[in-house]
């Protein structure tokens, strides 16, 4: 099943003829059955290869699902088993107390035990819990640049733009176009900054995912008839201290726990 949201996204692919090559009576019918997963995009003979690539490949291709997510923890905890974690601690900017690893991770302490039982306060899920062992166990201990750029100009982030753009930037201006005052509630609760203006937008908001990982969200509202935009930026040394796959699995699953955020602030919005 392809990345959709609604049956209008599909429909602007198809040419709307409704020829009944696919099998359905109507484009708008073929739409319903893509987006229900009982079609694919490759069933309209009209939509061209690329397009059809573009879009059911991302899905397809996609890393990774939950069962692939749980295989993965299960096998990074065998990796972290074996770390010197005082050594670990003074590279990756956390601390070792009690036994135990500690990272500040957006404000909040997250703690592994030498056998990589998680302890925290934090609500993380897959993507970011994959993406902080990623941390441990990669990072480089390289200090931040201050330099910022955008996941796509990192070394490797030609060959996960697609997946990264579909899984955390689409979805994270989505949110904020719906809910733009909930950046401040992102600042608040997870002990981000506000940035003066960044790249001349409305609103930038610095967050600190990892220690040596800080993320850059900045968003400019519509104005005179254009659109809004919203672009993400990680230091430029973002690679040196988290693979390229735990850079993607982190925007991943902080668009997530935002996502849920923002079904309870707009629950709290309407209420109010
Ligand atoms: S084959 Fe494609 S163009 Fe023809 S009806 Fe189905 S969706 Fe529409």
């Known amino acids: 099943m392809a990345i959709f949201n609604n049956v209008i996204e599909i429909l602007q692919l198809l ?9 359905e009576k109507t484009c708008m019918a073929f739409a319903g059955a893509v987006l229900k997963g009982k079609k694919k995009l490759a069933d309209c003979p009209a939509v ?12 397809e291709q996609r890393p990774s699902r939950e069962d692939e997510l749980q295989e993965a923890i299960v096998a990074i905890q065998k990796v972290i088993k074996k770390l010197d974690f005082p050594e670990v601690a003074k590279r990756v900017q956390g601390s070792w107390s009690d036994e135990k690893l500690t990272i ?3 404000g909040k302490n997250l703690s592994f035990d030498a ?23 990669n990072c480089k201990g390289v200090p931040v640049s201050g330099k910022w750029t955008p996941f796509r100009e990192l070394p490797n982030g030609k060959d996960w733009q697609r997946f990264f753009s579909h899984q955390c930037e689409k979805p994270l201006k989505k949110i904020i176009d719906e809910q733009t005052d909930l950046l401040e509630d992102i600042v608040t609760l997870f002990s981000g900054q506000q940035f003066p203006h960044e790249y001349q937008s409305d609103i930038a908001v610095l967050l600190s995912p990892f220690p040596l990982v800080p993320m850059l969200i900045c968003y400019w509202k519509p104005e005179d008839g254009m659109g809004s935009s919203m672009s993400l930026f ?25 996502k849920k955020l923002a079904l309870q602030h707009g629950s709290v919005a309407h209420t109010n």
């Open 104 to 106: 500040k991770i957006m």
């Open 115 to 137: 056998d990589g039982k998680l302890f925290t306060d934090l609500h993380v899920n897959s993507w970011v819990l994959i993406s902080s062992f990623n941390y441990v166990v």
């Open 48 to 59: 061209d290869r690329d397009t059809v690539q573009l879009y059911e490949d991302v899905d």
């Open 15 to 23: 040419d709307k003829s409704n020829c009944k090559k696919c099998g």
């Open 234 to 258: 990680f230091d430029e040394t973002a690679e040196d201290n988290l693979s390229i796959e735990g850079l993607y699995m982190l925007g991943t699953g902080i668009v997530q726990m935002f």
